[in-house]
């Protein structure tokens, strides 16, 4: 595999204005903080695996007006594959979801996922789940392709990216911890939504 995740994050990048973001834990955090700053205040990594989809649909279904993106991988939605089920009932016209498909758990120091041996195939579990609009993209005009149609598309839209293991060289690291990053979204939400999700303190 020859695509690598932050070159899909940079075709990607540019599609994006107003959109939500929830992405995994790891090293696609600091990729697509450098990939995508302007959807800094926009995006939020969420730290537990299997929930990076499930939360960016909770996104979708409560500001159904809003296009919403999750950036999960191979291994967070193999640790929760019930949300496929979910998504074809539900059929959320607003959510976007990309899986990065590295067939590895690199986080934890490269262990092979279920989708290393070439059975396991994501995008067909999906479509089997009731989301029609599965898809698998092993080049980056073809991942490119699929951002713009998932986008535009009034039903849940998934692509699986078959991306390289490894992490970019070079990357900057973000300046901020997972509490921070947390405010930092809700706060944004709050701003362009004209909504209160956290009020003042009681106790200062």
């Known amino acids: 595999m020859t695509m690598t995740r932050y070159a899909c994050m940079q075709a990607l990048a540019p599609r994006l204005k107003d ?10 955090v600091d990729e697509w903080y450098n990939a995508a700053p302007h959807m800094r205040t926009a995006s939020l990594f969420q730290q537990q695996l ?5 939360q960016a649909f909770g996104l979708a279904a409560g500001l159904p007006h809003r296009r919403v993106i999750s950036l999960d991988t191979d291994g967070g939605l193999l640790f929760n594959l019930g ?24 986080s934890i120091g490269g262990p092979p996922t279920h989708t290393a041996r070439g059975r396991v195939d994501l995008a067909a579990i999906a479509r089997g ?9 092993r080049t980056l005009d073809e991942f490119d392709a699929h951002c713009a149609a998932g986008l535009a598309a009034d039903v849940p839209y998934l692509v699986v990216a078959k991306v ?8 900057k690291r973000k300046h901020s911890d997972g509490r921070e990053d947390k405010y930092i979204f809700v706060r944004h939400v709050e701003a362009t939504e004209g ?10």
């Open 19 to 28: 959109e939500l973001v929830i992405l995994s834990l790891g090293g696609s």
């Open 50 to 54: 299997g929930c990076v989809t499930p």
């Open 83 to 106: 949300i496929l089920a979910t998504l074809g009932n539900e059929q959320p016209a607003n959510l976007f979801i990309v899986v990065w498909d590295n067939e590895c758990y690199q």
């Open 129 to 137: 789940a009731g989301v029609a609009q599965a898809h698998t993209a």
């Open 164 to 171: 390289a293991a490894g992490l970019q060289p070079g990357i």
């Open 195 to 204: 909504i209160t999700i956290m009020g003042p303190s009681e106790h200062n």
